[in-house]
């Protein structure tokens, strides 16, 4: 039961741990996509991209990608564009760590929200591989022998020796009067 139980726990970890580690596809904006009715700092708070993920902006006509610098990003500045793309459905591969930034290049859409900033960690191969499987082990073993142990063994030599010792000097006094009663006669 308890090897089964760690068993599980032990898989489960296995599999969180393998999950960030596989690249992922962020669909920019989910749903909704690469539109101005989106607020993409909300869709992004939460979100841990790291080196190998891709973001996929998927967009109407009338709509552009253009990668930009961090100052034409907070002032949304359009025709400096790094790379830009029109085609509807653009993919971004995130092959190094450090921050991105994407507007909208249409006059006024990137002011209307169309600008994301992502921020790129590198990714994490050894460092969460490495710590689940010693975390798992003292969580595992750790609670399973003291809930199993501590009432079995400290509960039933504690009431007993409760329960005994009451009985041992009574039985005690009782010899004791027996023998001094029949000494005495
Ligand atoms: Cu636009």
Known sequence: MASSVAGI??????LCSAIPSLATV????????WAMSV??????SGKTFVVGDTLAFNYGSGHTVDEVSAS?????????????????????PLKAAGKR???????????????LAVTVSAAPTTTPSGTPPSSAGTTT????????TTPSSSVPAS??????????VVLISFCVALFNFVKGT
């Open 9 to 14: 726990v032990c898989l489960i970890l296995l």
């Open 26 to 33: 962020y669909t920019v904006g989910d749903s909704t996509g």
């Open 39 to 44: 607020d993409y700092s909300t869709w992004t």
């Open 72 to 92: 034409d990003y907070s002032t949304c500045t359009v025709g400096n564009a790094i790379t830009s793309d029109s085609s509807g459905s653009t993919t971004i």
């Open 101 to 115: 930034y994407f507007i909208c290049g249409v006059m006024g859409h990137c002011g209307s929200g169309m600008k």
């Open 141 to 148: 073993s750790r609670p399973t022998p003291t809930t199993v």
């Open 159 to 168: 009431s007993s020796s409760v329960t005994l010792s009451p009985f041992v």
